[in-house]
């Protein structure tokens, strides 16, 4: 019964937080890419912080990490991803770097495609992980008006070496759709079983002109073991 008043708390806070404060540019969604990418010799920090309400002992986890993004000429960023786990049994820190390419942009048609690679590792308690890549392609289609949503599209594939039953190829989804000039809904999925098939729900939030806040609940495409609550504060350079 706690867990289940605890959960219930933390989805009211996350929603009830859109009723104080539509989100500039970031390099992600919630979860997944966007089609978005920094300028050149802009540079923007983002702090995560992820849980799962259970006791350790019955799967309940935090996630902690840092995100770096720096954008270069030609439509490109490089950033990297640092994330460290606190559970029963000990987890590997994951190291994550990243690079995007926006190779294509047609603005009075509010149209993006890009392209990237995420490669994850673990730099401790390496034979608990394997390195391994997420290799996406997407496509957004910004609509018009103030308060006109942005519908991102894609696909992607795993490269390395998996666990037998994990998915290697799925589809992403994104939508963001402005309520306020400070307000947006944000929600994206990514398909199939394995460490990036999930769906959030949420909202972020516009503090100033170079900083935001996103809180938002994850819901796991392999089991409710999966499920945890996300908050990310992100500022720009």
Do not use: C
Not at 3 to 14: Q, S
Not at 164 to 190: A, C, M, R
Request: aromatic share 14%; charged share 15%.
């Amino acid at each position: 019964m706690l867990k289940l008043n605890l959960t219930r708390l933390a989805l009211a806070v996350t929603f009830l937080l859109a009723s104080f404060a539509a989100v500039p540019a970031q390099s992600t969604i919630f979860n997944v890419p966007s089609t978005n990418v920094e300028g050149p010799g802009r540079v923007y920090v983002e702090g995560d912080f992820i849980m799962h309400y259970a006791s350790y002992r019955d799967g309940g986890f935090q996630t902690y990490g840092p995100r770096v993004v720096v954008g270069l000429p030609g439509k490109t960023e490089v950033g990297v991803n640092v994330f460290y786990t606190r559970a029963e049994t000990s987890q590997p820190i994951k190291v994550q770097p990243n690079f995007k390419w926006q190779f294509y942009e047609n603005e009075s048609l509010g149209l993006k495609f890009a392209a990237g690679v995420v490669i994850s590792t673990p730099i401790t308690h390496r034979r608990l992980a394997s390195t391994y890549a997420l290799v996406y392609a997407l496509g957004s289609k910004s609509f018009p008006g103030s308060f006109g949503p942005k519908v991102t599209f894609g696909g992607y594939r795993l490269v390395g070496s998996f666990a037998e039953g994990t998915d290697k190829t799925g589809v992403i989804i994104g939508l963001e759709q402005p309520v306020t000039s400070k307000i947006s809904f944000v929600t994206d999925w990514s398909s199939g079983k394995n460490d990036y098939g999930y769906v959030i729900a949420g909202t972020g939030i516009t503090l100033s002109p170079k900083s935001t806040f996103f809180a938002g609940y994850n819901f796991g495409n392999h089991g409710r073991g999966n499920n945890s609550l996300a908050a990310f504060y992100s500022y720009e350079f």
